[in-house]
């Protein structure tokens, strides 16, 4: 799905240094457990986001939290998920799950909300630091 989008593949950002992605906890490994042509579609859709683009099937998961979005694919069997917040010039993939029905399981947002809150404390932590080393000089 995301592979197939032409107007996307046009726009230009080659002179800007691509946005860094981490991905959080265990969802490396579910990722890497996804069918191969899903973690293709899924990984170039990733690339998108780190090139400033915006991946033509996202969409917000406001359950989560604010600046929330889920990529979306699919195959013959599942539906496959990342979760992601882009934070302070970071894109952090929160949560890569499978699905068999239309909403997303409980479980599934209770683990991105964790990871989110992760994700922000540690924001707020690097802030106050920062600000301390200010202070020092």
């Given at each position: 799905m995301y592979t197939s989008n032409k107007k996307s593949d046009t726009l230009s950002n080659d002179d800007k240094p691509l946005v860094p992605i981490v991905i959080q906890a265990e969802s490396r490994r579910a990722l890497r457990g996804f069918p191969a042509s899903v973690r293709q579609d899924l990984g170039y859709a990733l690339y998108q986001l780190q090139r400033g683009q915006t991946p033509?099937?996202?969409?917000?998961?406001?359950?989560?939290?604010?600046?929330?979005?889920e990529l979306r694919e699919q195959d013959a069997e599942k539906w496959y998920r990342v979760?992601?917040?882009?934070?302070?010039?970071?894109?952090?993939?929160?949560?890569?799950?499978?699905?068999?029905?239309?909403?997303?399981?409980?479980?599934?947002?209770?683990?991105?909300?964790?990871?989110l809150k992760r994700v922000l404390e540690a924001k707020r932590e690097e802030k106050r630091i920062a600000k301390q080393a200010l202070r020092r000089r």
């Open positions: 033509p099937d996202r969409k917000p998961v406001r359950t989560v939290g604010p600046g929330v979005y979760l992601y917040v882009r934070e302070g010039g970071t894109i952090h993939v929160l949560h890569c799950f499978e699905k068999r029905s239309n909403a997303i399981e409980q479980k599934d947002i209770e683990t991105a909300r964790t990871r």
